[in-house]
């Protein structure tokens, strides 16, 4: 009497097809089993697709064929070919395999004779017609899938700062999901300042909320879905573009623009990369007294703790703890403090540069628009010179892809030149908040977070720091504050200026601890 495994193999998405269920496989074979006289050896279960024959219950049977060499069934047991494989290719080579073992594979309802040649030709015809249908089946799904994109339908799981929902019509759509849509909006804009390195801004958005690794972080802030578009891949001969999304956009086009540009290398915002613990905010801005090398910081762990110490990593030694070096900044910045006449003065010179701001914007987006009408002349004139045959369809496309990113580009900066130039909040109630920060710039950098610190020290003070053990000794502040500390104490002079050479003379010293800024 012959024996058989009964194969039995049903996928997640054929479970509720008629005829394909397990228990209806089980009960042809048996049926098939009794009416021959062939003794059932063993039931074998699968859940799992067949275009492949990396099959968990598949690879557990073959194995188990192998090392029983002296006890093989005689068949394998299927109900129709499709259930032993809808790849023809593999489907030739596992029928090989099987015959080398002595076991014959078998399809009930499609019974074939395999020593009989022409019998072959049904085998394929067998075999290639679920592998054509998988096909067929594949391609309607991708063809769908770029159609909805094509319409701006984000396709698949939604990514970071956005979740899948379904509408009352049952169309599904993807809406920001919060915090994580605040986060990815503030990482680009860290991004777009160059302040920090990619993975140092990852590192802060994942201490705020964001769960995210390294390597899914460089393709969500490559991926244009947060700034309202859909990618479209190129195919069958058409090239990779975008759609306009149908999802709400959680930042503009052109600060996504900007970032890629940052990180394709070109354009890179001048600026330390360099992050700090909370007790080592000026690591990268200090230079070392001696030899002028950049200090880095370090912490030493000793019995009440960690001490931290800012150190030259040079032979010259220079070594000094954090905290007084901290504390004596601290000091130094207790200097900058402006008075009520320069404040009014700021305020005046604030309001007249963003009154006199509208006519610069138009100027601009006249520039823009003259820039995309470049542009448009040079697709025009490049689809001439291919029809004329002076360049060839590669070179054209080379050039049509050129222009249509700069057109983009010039597009999304001509789109948000109205929302440049007008603040959130009312001028008058963004200037007191500037006064009173300049009022006490001691206060706001202690109370300031590391990052928030750094942004401020970099902002002031452009060139190197030198801690001397006392006091700080710079190369000079900012044009723009050194303007209004100029003011400030040149207030200061008319106030306390008398006839006495002497007593003139004591008032153009400048600041304890501001280096003067050599002639030229």
């Not at 309607?140 to 698949?156: D, F, I, S």
């Not at 057109?407 to 603040?423: F, N, S, T, V």
């Not at 950098?445 to 053990?469: C, H, M, Q, W």
């Not at 207030?491 to 008398?498: C, N, P, V």
Request: with cysteine.
């Amino acid at each position: 009497m012959k024996t058989a495994i009964l194969y039995i193999r049903v996928s997640t998405d054929e479970q509720a097809d008629k005829g394909y269920s397990q228990r209806s496989q089980q009960e042809v074979l048996e049926r098939h089993c009794e009416k021959n006289g062939i003794q059932i050896g063993q039931v074998i279960l699968e859940d799992h697709s067949a275009k492949t024959f990396e099959r968990p219950a598949w690879s557990a049977m073959l194995r188990r064929l192998r090392e029983s060499k002296g006890s093989r069934p005689d068949l394998v047991l299927f109900t129709k070919w499709d259930r032993f494989s809808r790849n023809a290719g593999d489907a030739y080579g596992m029928l090989t395999t099987l015959k080398r073992m002595g076991v014959e594979p078998q399809a009930v309802e499609q019974p074939l004779d395999l020593a009989v040649p022409e019998n072959k030709m049904m085998l394929a015809i067998y075999l290639a017609a679920p592998e054509v249908e998988n096909d067929r089946r594949a391609l309607n799904v991708l063809h769908g899938m770029r159609r909805a994109r094509k319409e701006g339908r984000w396709m698949g799981a939604a990514p970071i700062g956005y979740a899948n929902k379904v509408r009352e019509d049952g169309r599904k759509y993807i809406a920001p999901k919060e915090p994580e849509a605040k986060i990815m909006e503030w990482v680009f804009q860290e991004l777009a300042k160059g302040v920090y390195a990619a993975d140092q801004i990852r590192k802060m958005a994942n201490a705020r909320g964001l769960k995210c690794e390294r390597s899914n972080f460089w393709k969500i802030i490559r991926n244009p879905v947060y700034c309202g578009l859909v990618p479209v891949a190129a195919y069958g001969g058409e090239e990779a573009t975008t759609a306009k999304g149908q999802h709400e956009p959680i930042i503009p086009e052109s600060l996504f623009l900007q970032v890629q540009d940052i990180l394709d290398g070109n354009s890179r915002p001048q600026g330390t990369k360099v992050c700090s613990p909370e007790a080592m905010p000026l690591r990268g801005f200090l230079s070392c007294p001696l030899c002028t090398r950049m200090l880095t910081g370090s912490a030493s762990k000793g019995m009440g703790g960690y001490y931290h110490y800012y150190h030259c990593s040079s032979e010259c030694g220079v070594r000094f703890r954090a905290g007084e070096v901290n504390a004596a900044f601290e000091r130094e910045l207790a200097r900058f403090q402006l008075n009520p006449g320069a404040a009014e003065l700021f305020r005046k010179v604030v309001k007249d540069v963003f009154s006199s701001r509208g006519s610069d914007e138009k100027e601009e987006r006249k520039l823009v628009i003259e820039q995309i009408g470049e542009q448009e002349r040079l697709l025009t004139a490049a689809r001439k010179r291919l029809l004329l045959e002076e360049i060839d369809a590669d070179d054209f496309r080379e050039i049509k892809k050129d222009c249509k990113e700069k057109m983009a580009r010039l597009e999304a900066k001509l789109a948000d030149l109205p929302a440049k130039g007008r603040p959130a909040k009312p001028i008058e109630t963004l200037l007191d908040e500037v006064v009173g920060n300049f009022s006490d710039l001691e206060a706001v950098y202690r109370n300031a977070p590391v990052e928030g610190k750094r942004r401020l020290v970099s902002s002031i003070f452009p060139g190197k720091i030198t801690f001397d053990g006392k006091a700080h000794r710079t190369e000079g502040v900012n044009e723009a504050a050194e303007l209004m500390f100029l003011v400030n104490r040149e207030l200061t002079q008319k106030k306390k200026r008398k006839n006495s050479v002497g007593e003139n003379s004591s008032a153009l010293v400048v600041r304890r601890g501001i280096e003067p800024l050599l002639p030229e």
